[in-house]
């Protein structure tokens, strides 16, 4: 998987593998830390969040460890699946980084 980071308006290296793909490439915002990340439609966003220092456990939706505040775009990312639901419950704010994808678009994240 190839994904930029992007931080305070410059660009990072891993950017140039993406500059073909822009068209179907969705961006989350991590609002705690400005760090912009483009991935590809459809992609697992556990490794960008890790990466932009989300803590991860247990990776299968059980500890709770990688929860997110989704401030902007929770209609981008997938649908809750069971772990989510089981652990989360009924809200609209909050998801595990461990279980969500990016459909695309801009999704903005606060942990
Ligand atoms: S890392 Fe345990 S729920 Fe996501």
Redesign the pocket.
Known sequence: MSFAIRSKGKTSQKKRHTDILDSTMAKIIFSDNDEVVELPDGSPI?EACEEAGV?????????????IEVTEGMENLSEFNQ?ESD?LGDQDRER????CKIRGGCVKIKF
Request: proline share 5%; glycine share 10%.
């Open positions: 556990a803590p991860f456990a247990c990776t299968e939706g059980v500890c709770g460890t990688c929860v772990a652990f595990l980084a461990c279980q």
